[in-house]
């Protein structure tokens, strides 16, 4: 059934791209071998009414922001290649947004209390309405007891699920470039998706997240000119899968302080 899902999933987001031009965009028709032109054109018969708008890093970046936070991962790390894809495809798709409507401030507060054991009120003295929202995540903007004011960002509910499922759909797609498509071999698929993946699941822990805020925070600190918000440690946890959220409460800049060490850092 797993794999199933996956093909399904790896069908829709193929289709995604078919509609909007964006697997064999017609720009590049003089660079394809007469077979594959051949499927380009046929393809372009479902193409749908937006396919005749943008570039095609344009396009891309339209069809990835769709698919979940895996896709736009992947179209992240693309438009970093602009020695390869060409300065304005990277451009074009440096552009491409990470958001999502915001999920119910009720849910985020519950998410909240799970993942750290502890009731919001004990927590803070307000806890406001969503900030901004993106696939993985969303910020509120929130009170602590002392008075300070602080960002809290919480993971989506559910969302290492969707990341799983989108992972092996994306995993899937690599193996099958990688046998059927021969010229596509030296830009190593798999290995790119597994990158793609590995980074992702990353963003999952925001524990290092923090961590690597704090150290930010601390390196701005030696410069007289630039600073950055402190973390509360006290708000900072990992989403468990089954047990609840991961957060991160971040608030104005304030005193060095130390800092527990994010898992598998010594």
């Known amino acids: 059934?797993?794999?199933?899902?996956?093909?399904?999933?790896?069908?829709?987001?193929?289709?995604?791209?078919?509609?909007?031009?964006?697997?064999?965009?017609?720009?590049?028709?003089?660079?394809y071998p007469a077979s594959v032109l051949g499927v380009a054109r046929t393809l372009?018969?479902?193409?749908?009414?937006?396919?005749?708008?943008?570039?095609?890093?344009?396009?891309?970046?339209?069809?990835?922001?769709?698919?979940?936070p895996v896709a736009t991962k992947?179209?992240?790390?693309?438009?970093?290649?602009?020695?390869?894809?060409?300065?304005?495809?990277?451009?074009?798709?440096g552009r491409l947004k990470d958001r999502l409507p915001p999920f119910p401030t009720a849910i985020a507060r519950a998410e909240?209390?799970?993942?750290?054991?502890?009731?919001i009120e004990s927590l803070y003295a307000e806890?406001?309405?969503?900030?901004?929202?993106?696939?993985?995540?969303?910020?509120?903007?929130a009170k602590l007891l002392d008075g300070r004011k602080v960002a809290v960002k919480v993971l989506r509910p559910?969302?290492?699920?969707?990341?799983?499922?989108?992972?092996?759909?994306?995993?899937?797609?690599?193996?099958?470039?990688?046998?059927w498509i021969p010229p596509a071999r030296r830009l190593e698929p798999r290995a790119f998706a597994e990158t793609v993946v590995r980074s992702t699941m990353l963003e999952l822990d925001l524990r290092l997240e923090a961590a690597g805020a704090d150290e930010l925070?601390?390196?701005?600190?030696?410069?007289?000119?630039?600073?950055?918000?402190?973390?509360?440690?006290?708000g900072v946890g990992k989403r468990v899968p089954g047990m609840g959220a991961g957060l991160a409460a971040v608030?104005?800049?304030?005193?060095?302080?130390?800092?527990?060490?994010?898992?598998?850092?010594?």
């Open 158 to 179: 559910g969302i290492e699920r969707r990341v799983a499922d989108d992972a092996e759909s994306l995993l899937l797609a690599a193996r099958l470039i990688d046998r």
């Open 74 to 93: 992947l179209g992240q790390l693309l438009s970093t290649r602009g020695d390869f894809f060409g300065r304005e495809f990277a451009e074009d798709l």
């Open 44 to 68: 372009r018969l479902f193409a749908g009414r937006r396919a005749r708008t943008g570039r095609p890093g344009e396009r891309l970046a339209r069809s990835l922001e769709g698919m979940g």
């Open 127 to 141: 806890f406001g309405e969503p900030l901004g929202s993106a696939s993985l995540a969303q910020a509120h903007e």
């Open 217 to 234: 925070r601390e390196v701005m600190a030696l410069d007289g000119y630039m600073s950055a918000p402190a973390i509360v440690w006290e």
């Open 1 to 31: 059934m797993g794999a199933l899902g996956a093909f399904g999933r790896m069908t829709a987001a193929v289709w995604a791209l078919v509609r909007n031009d964006a697997l064999l965009p017609r720009e590049l028709d003089g660079a």
């Open 112 to 119: 909240v209390e799970r993942g750290l054991g502890r009731s």
């Open 251 to 266: 608030g104005p800049p304030g005193p060095r302080a130390a800092r527990p060490r994010p898992p598998g850092r010594r």
